[in-house]
């Protein structure tokens, strides 16, 4: 048995806006790419190879499918054009039909069916030709079946289409009400209704209520409520006192403290109302942002400016340093102490000498104004060991690790976004205002925000 | 923003018109026209017919407008929100906080069937 799938861009394309950097075959379904439920179908109805045509690009589907050995089975991809029907599909990929029976999903429908069911010998007996259709697709086989049989008056699956956020969302809460055990949704569920992802922080006061599925490296601030009805996506922040109830919060998006997202979608930085299907793009750090991670390009940038920044600072505080570091020194006012930090890339560490300066006295004040206790980080800095501006170095603690693959990333820095804005330098604000301006900062606004942060120093 | 006096209820009711986009550009300057409005009048409705967006330094500026009002004995009703303004106020539960009418008229009309506190 084979499955041919067949799906026009025209079909995808509404989602292309709603969910912008996710190509639509991919967009997350319960927390499960929706491509990955057609594989999984494919695979009961008996299926040992399966090839995906569309008329759109299907690159984003090819890196993630692969050739399907993820699944066991062999994945293959074609192309067709807009115009094209389905026996058009089917004739331009009659080597792949030739053999044996093929079952032809044409349109982007999601396919209503139970894992805990037998679908391989259906398909085997079941007479060629359309098997369910719907004014958006259909279900059909082709080749000769071994066994002669009637259609069954009702098939144990069905189709539903999708071509409005409306029904995308209709979808997913019916899946998540009703038909969690249906299909392999991703996490892990030591009970009924609520699958919980890897790295999943969730603090004492937080409460989740099921039906619930929640990604990976999920991080629920101090009393969150995650109400019933609810799907978190990974690389999610669910910030303090916020309420997530009836919504979909899809991957790599921050919702803002205080906030109640009650039957919406949140996805990046667009809030989607699906029943009548208003859109907000938010670009508010006090609401909800999208967090991506930087480009190469952009990295070796902000690395260039930050080294010149450092440069420039060095130069500007070399004569005043070498002039009170002794002074203080012999008066005793300048503490050093030498720690270890957890470095930008993970697994590692680098080794830093923090400086204190008593602040009694006019001399260890203008120091500490001119920000001197800072000075011998800038060659870290030049060495490429810390950023100019970022995050505050998090001492190395076994105790306390580190999260691998920090959706806000981590970049330890002379100067930290929080001191820039005059955030507590300690507890979960300042992860969120650093976590900020990780995921916003550009080169430029890095430079103004050291300012910032020297400024604020300095008063 | 514009403002105007509405004398059609027993009290002068201030009635400031919104316009496209209340945010941290100009937040600061509606709540120092506020304070100024707030010398002809206590009661106000933030007709929101013609604004496109607002982001949270936005929605501060009007909850402090709500504040102020109410530290005056008065209220301020907000009218006319589109539906994207509307689920900013919806999400930050400042929903709660205001009286929403559909229209400023209906916002009026609820002062003058309603004496004031």
Redesign the interface.
Known sequence: MKTLLVIKKQEYEWLIDLFPGVHPLLVPICNKPFIEFLVDFAILAGSDALRIVSDGVLGDVEHYCENGSRWGVEISYGSMRPGDDISTVIDKNRRFCLDGRVIIISGFLFIRYNKKREYASLFASLPTGELLGCPHGSISLAGTSTTKTEAPGTLPFSLAALDSIGKYYELSMEILRTGLTHYVIPGYSSEEDCYIGRNVIIPKSAEIIKPVIIGNNVQIMTNAIIDRNSVIGSNVIIDRESVISGSIVIGNTYI?E?????N?IAAGNL?I?PE?G???V???P??LTTMTKSKVAGALLRRLVHTLGATFLILLQLFPWLLLRPILGMQGKWKRKKEQYYAERQGKYVTLTSTTIECTGALSAFAKALSLDRFTLLFKVLSGKLALIGNQPRPLNPAIPLLPNSPAGYRPAVFSYAEAEEWPEIGIDTEIVEHYYAVHSDPLKDIAMTQKALFHRTH | MIFHLDTSTTQPLGVVLLKKRVDASNSNELQKAFAQWLLQASNFVFDCTELDFIDSSGLGAIVSCLRKALEHHGDVKLAALSPKVAMVFELTKAKQLFSVFSSSSEAIQSFRTVSPK
């Not at chain 1, 205080?258 to 009650?262: M, T």
């Open positions: 803002g205080h906030l109640e997202v009650k919406k809030l109302d009548s208003t859109v907000i938010m670009e508010d006090h609401l």
